[in-house]
């Protein structure tokens, strides 16, 4: 009973993840030139990061992307949970080409959240625009609290 009960808690945490929240209008706060910044950048080659998303933990869980570089960041999600990926500071610096996943291929120049189910792959292809560190984590219910956060570095 106690492992029925657990798993039925298990289940809906991980339903809490929702769905990408990605948008054709332009968020408050977001950048303004996202779609022409994308839109003109070569993609031929971009920069290729890969992180992993699991237990409670991102792997690595510092990333360094470097300013007007095009940039494919690839999240794998091994684990048996669903999890998101979501950066309030530094989601409005990035111009974003497209967040491709299983099923789908979004186009859009800006993204809010990024919800990787289990057993699943996404990758968000992106510009950053500005320098700086900032946080990232998972919104899933309890994941920060138990680790699942970091920080990302963007440089010359």
Known sequence: MKKLCLLAFAAMLSACAGEDQISRYQPRGYLSDAEQISGQADWSAPDIVEMKLVNHAFVPDELTFHRNRPTRLVL?????????????????????????????????PWVEKVVVP???????????????????????PGHALLGMKGVINVVN
Not at 90 to 100: E, G, M
């Open 76 to 108: 794998v999600n091994p684990s048996k949970s669903d999890h998101t990926f979501v950066s309030e500071q530094w989601f409005p610096t990035i111009a974003v080409r497209q967040l491709v996943g299983r099923d789908v291929t979004a186009t859009t």
């Open 118 to 140: 289990a057993g699943e792959t996404k990758e968000l292809w992106f510009i950053p625009a500005r320098y700086g560190a900032y946080t990232f984590e998972c919104t899933v």
